[in-house]
């Protein structure tokens, strides 16, 4: 085992030093992907592995300015229709107001070239992050985009429309860290980058134990309730361990359901 996560290691630090491009701060605008450890390894032996990983799963979003939080003076008009816009729109001046209606539950339903899978969004653990996705949802913002980085029993990480791990709406939301515990196979959270409050539209489903075992620093709002063995397993086979996609696993459109 310790073996398989030093080759792991040796795959991720090339990709990592790959897309660090010319930033001073690597973390502000990384090709990969979530700031964690795949696992939160005890052993000194897999400390390290753990921490490349990590930097595996960074959101790398493009737009790494200050964080703008939601302006909570802004209007309804701000909110897109409950239907969904008629046209796409993949930049925005500012991030959403809280289009959430209180009472409400909301799920997501995700067409990919691989199937449908259904997502439960959880908006009374991450309010803001399920704010977000329904917001950047009923924009089209994630129809017809690819998930650029899949890692095999790790995660499967979508919402970059430029393919990069460096796209991003043109804004940041603020950090909604979970209790310890909560993510599971199958949880959906917003990846980052190392700086606070740096997670945009990228997003990830955790697909093995290694996802299952991140720190508590990416904010959890939803969960596959259906589709996860017939659609996202089939996703997730398309991972390699440097996590660049052996086919292309495609998003066509995010339908949000609200009753």
Same mark, same amino acid.
């Given at each position: 085992m310790a073996t398989k996560r030093l080759l792991a290691l040796l795959a991720l630090t090339t990709l990592i030093a790959a897309g660090c491009g010319s930033d001073s701060e690597p973390?502000?605008?990384?090709?990969?992907?979530?700031?964690?450890?795949?696992?939160? @390894?005890?052993?000194?032996?897999?400390?390290?592995?753990?921490?490349? @990983?990590?930097? @595996?799963?960074?959101? =790398?979003?493009?737009?790494?300015?200050?964080?703008?939080?939601?302006?909570?003076?802004?209007?309804?008009?701000?909110?897109?229709?409950?239907? =969904?816009?008629?046209?796409?729109?993949?930049?925005?001046?500012?991030?959403?107001?809280?289009?959430?209606?209180?009472?409400?539950?909301?799920?997501a339903i995700v067409t990919t070239n691989k199937g449908e899978f259904t997502i439960a969004l959880d908006p009374e653990t991450g309010p803001m992050a399920a704010n977000n996705f329904v917001f950047l949802a009923r924009n089209q913002y994630f129809d017809d985009t690819v998930c650029h980085r899949i890692i095999p029993n790790f995660v499967v990480q979508c919402g970059d429309p430029t393919a990069t =791990?460096?796209?991003?709406? =043109?804004?940041?939301? @603020?950090?909604?860290?979970?209790?310890p515990g909560q993510y599971q196979i199958g949880s959906i959270a917003m990846a980052k980058t190392q700086a606070p409050d740096s997670a945009g539209s990228q997003f990830f489903i955790i697909t093995g134990s290694d996802g299952a075992g991140l720190p508590p620093e990416y904010a959890l709002f939803g969960q596959v309730v259906d589709g996860f063995e017939t659609t996202v397993e089939q996703m997730a086979a398309a991972g390699t361990p440097d996590g660049v996609p052996s086919e292309a696993i495609e998003i066509q459109s995010i339908r949000i359901v609200q009753s």
């Open positions: 973390s502000t605008e990384p090709a990969t992907d979530i700031d964690a450890g795949a696992a939160a @390894v005890a052993t000194d032996a897999t400390a390290e592995t753990t921490d490349a @990983v990590a930097e @595996v799963t960074d959101a =790398g979003n493009a737009d790494t300015s200050d964080p703008a939080p939601s302006d909570a003076s802004a209007t309804d008009a701000d909110c897109p229709p409950v239907d =969904g816009a008629d046209t796409q729109t993949r930049q925005f001046d500012a991030a959403p107001p809280m289009c959430l209606q209180p009472g409400a539950t909301y799920e =791990g460096t796209g991003g709406p =043109g804004y940041t939301i @603020v950090d909604e860290p979970p209790a």
